[in-house]
């Protein structure tokens, strides 16, 4: 996901809603929560420090996902 970015993008303040949402729509129970985890946590850690002016992953849902065992 950021390899790609990276490739494309300058900086993290040109990643969109939609380039995450697009990075995301491939993944499906736990590793999609786990990617929504961490994309928030570094997104979080950027506004905080001042490097990105809108964290794109603000609104975006996790499902519930049922433990097995």
Partial sequence: ?????ATTRGHLR???VVDVTTALS???GW???NAIEALR?????????GLIFA?????????DIPRSG
Avoid: G
């Fill in 55 to 63: 964290n794109p992953t603000t609104r975006l849902k996790t499902e």
């Fill in 41 to 49: 946590s570094l997104f979080r850690f950027a506004k905080k420090r």
């Fill in 31 to 33: 590793q999609r929560r």
């Fill in 26 to 28: 491939p993944l499906r």
């Fill in 1 to 5: 996901m950021l390899e790609n970015w």
């Fill in 14 to 16: 040109e990643i969109t």
